[in-house]
């Protein structure tokens, strides 16, 4: 199994509302990734999870909550998110190697809409 | 913040044509990296050139580096209306888990 499975796909959620994003993979990667992509814009990491430990947080809002169950999982919970944070979430995960190499696999992505 | 920088942003070329994508970068490396985006999905990975090569190839792509002028070239040879998608340099900083992405060029191949 070599793919990160997204759910779900589309999501619409109210400013009052509180949703979770999930993603899960089977390919035995210690470090998983948040990151959050604006139309025509590039992805910017959010967070870092390695060996299911937070280890880069890059001053993301707090209604953004990240958590590492397993080292399978990934979920992004939202709460009273603004319109502003409507985008294209992508989760990712690698394997890090002695030599630094560090190939991302993503997720097909989550698109969120703030109303 | 963004530690690439890519032109053009946008590039339009005949099918069969050769793309080329220029990167560049601001602080040392261990490597950098292209993916490829099709419209509203996730990225695909293409190559990765490490900081003591300066060139590699894979199939119809040559990368090269030039890390005195911090800078990466992604050919596309004989480009096809597949290859029409948003390409992106990633660089990896000296902590390994911290890949950044550069701004992308939108390639549009015209069959």
């Known amino acids: 199994d070599t793919e990160v499975t997204q759910t779900p796909k589309h999501l619409v959620m109210g400013m009052t509302n509180k949703k979770s994003l999930k993603c899960e993979q089977h390919?035995?990667?210690?470090?998983m990734y948040w990151y959050k992509q604006k139309a025509k814009k590039p992805p910017e990491l959010m967070f870092v999870?390695?060996?299911?430990?937070?280890?880069i947080n890059e001053s993301v809002p707090s209604r953004f909550s990240p958590e590492c169950p397993n080292s399978s999982l990934l979920n992004l919970h939202l709460h009273a998110l603004q319109p502003e944070d409507s985008a294209l979430y992508l989760c990712a995960s690698s394997q890090p190697t002695v030599t630094g190499a560090n190939v991302l696999t993503f997720g097909a992505g989550s698109r969120l809409t703030v109303l | 913040s963004q530690q690439g920088e890519e032109d053009p942003q946008a590039l339009s070329i005949q099918e069969g044509e050769n793309a080329t994508m220029n990167c560049s970068y601001k602080?040392?490396?261990?490597?950098l990296q292209w993916y490829r985006q099709n419209s509203g999905r996730g990225l695909v990975h293409l190559i990765l050139i490490r900081s003591n090569e300066r060139e590699k190839h894979s199939g119809r792509l040559r990368v090269t580096l030039d890390t005195s002028k911090k800078s990466s070239s992604l050919l596309i040879t004989a480009s096809r209306a597949a290859d029409t998608a948003s390409y992106f340099c990633?660089?990896?900083?000296?902590?390994?888990?911290?890949?950044?992405f550069g701004p992308g060029t939108s390639l549009s191949v015209i069959p």
């Open positions: 999870y390695s060996y299911e430990k937070l280890s």
């Open positions: 990633a660089t990896l900083k000296t902590s390994y888990d911290k890949v950044i």
């Open positions: 602080t040392s490396i261990n490597n």
């Open positions: 390919m035995g990667h210690r470090a």
